[in-house]
Nanobody
Framework: QVQLVESGGGLVQAGGSLSLSCAASGRRISSYTMSWFRQAPGKEREFVATITWSGSDIYYADSVKGRFTISRDNAKNTVYLQMNSLKPDDTAVYYC?????????????????WGQGTQVTVSS
């Protein structure tokens, strides 16, 4: 089993930046596909970004492309999400997730482990 703990969320004005971290424990994440999803109240959980086990393949939702950067440090067993130029529509709980047999990375049901989430609030 893998335990995931997100941190770094908070309140920021539109145009500002936040950096999220996802610390994994229980197993090494070097062989896992790691992703970030987010969920706003009353909305379905939506895909944000994916980084594969090698770090060579990275995918972003169109809504965050050019503003967010996902990265991983397997030695530290940690995944990051750098968020720049934040918009009010980015307000959501952000979840870190890990999967070993991920083929459709934008589908939440593809993943095996989830963190508890960290709140990101962007004011107008």
């Amino acid at each position: 089993q893998v335990q995931l703990v997100e941190s770094g969320g908070g309140l920021v004005q539109a145009g500002g930046s936040l950096s999220l971290s996802c610390a994994a424990s229980g197993r090494r994440i070097s062989s896992y596909t790691m992703s970030w999803f987010r969920q706003a109240p009353g909305k379905e959980r939506e895909f944000v970004a994916t980084i594969t086990w090698s770090g060579s393949d990275i995918y972003y939702a169109d809504s965050v492309k050019g503003r967010f950067t996902i990265s991983r440090d397997n030695a530290k067993n940690t995944v990051y999400l750098q968020m720049n130029s934040l918009k009010p529509d980015d307000t959501a709980v952000y979840y870190c997730t890990a999967g070993q047999r991920v083929r459709l990375h934008i589908r939440a049901e593809q993943y095996d482990y989830w963190g508890q989430g960290t709140q990101v609030t962007v004011s107008s």
